[in-house]
């Protein structure tokens, strides 16, 4: 079946520009994460979506980054006035539940270069 | 939060064994996973200890020690198709859902 799917592959942008990223995630998984990978480094947390509840946004490293998932299924991270740091790989995975052990499915993420 | 700690690259020949350690701190435990990511893909899952002991499947095993906060990815009869990054990873304290990942070990299988 279809896996995570995420959009664009690839983005280049201009410093102080806003970016969205899209995040499909496999059907009835009502776990959304969204984590990004800077060059060298391990995956950092950004924020999670678990069905109905509100989103942990507890990884968020600035109030320029927001995130939304519209009916319990797409999800869309926006990074307003972007910098160079931001500069990385953003990966999207979902699971099918939050509580408990389960595996995150993760998507082929999108490479995020701020000029 | 969690400190994880594995190293950064290792090598080994084409058929042999590799042993990739992580040892991690966390105030509170549910559970260590591994995953493997190709360069360039996404990371996918390997395995996943609860409990202390070795988990076995196929040519990887995971062991775990919860009193001395270590595990190790045992990878036998090393193929080629192997090479890759593999990430240690803890679930932050207060949630199942969030992941604490460890920088990744590269390992490069050479003929």
């Known amino acids: 079946g279809a896996g995570v799917s995420q959009s664009p592959s690839n983005k280049v942008t201009e410093k102080g520009k806003d970016v969205e990223l899209r995040c499909d995630p496999i059907s009835g998984h009502t776990a959304l994460y969204w984590y990004r990978q800077s060059l060298g480094q391990g995956l950092e947390f950004l924020i999670y979506f678990q069905g109905n509840s509100a989103p942990d946004k507890s990884g968020l490293p600035s109030d320029r980054f927001s995130a939304e998932r519209t009916g319990g299924s797409v999800s869309t991270l926006t990074i307003q006035r972007t910098q160079q740091e931001d500069s990385a790989v953003y990966l999207c995975a979902s699971s099918p539940k939050g509580q408990g052990y389960n595996e995150q499915f993760f998507g082929p993420g999108t490479r995020l270069t701020v000029l | 939060g969690q400190n994880i700690d594995q190293p950064t690259e290792m090598t080994a020949t084409e058929g042999a064994i590799v042993q990739i350690n992580c040892t991690y701190q966390t105030s509170g435990f549910n559970g260590l996973f591994w995953y493997q990511q190709h360069a360039g893909e996404a990371p996918t899952f390997l395995s996943y200890?609860?409990?202390?002991g070795l988990e076995e499947k196929g040519r990887f095993s995971s062991f775990l020690s919860r009193s001395k906060g270590y595990s190790y990815l045992l990878l036998k009869e090393l193929q080629m198709k192997d090479s890759a990054s593999y990430l240690c990873?803890?679930?932050?304290?207060?949630?199942?859902?969030?992941?604490?990942f460890g920088a990744g070990t590269q390992v490069v299988v050479t003929p």
């Open positions: 990873a803890v679930p932050l304290s207060d949630s199942w859902g969030k992941l604490q």
């Open positions: 200890n609860v409990l202390d």
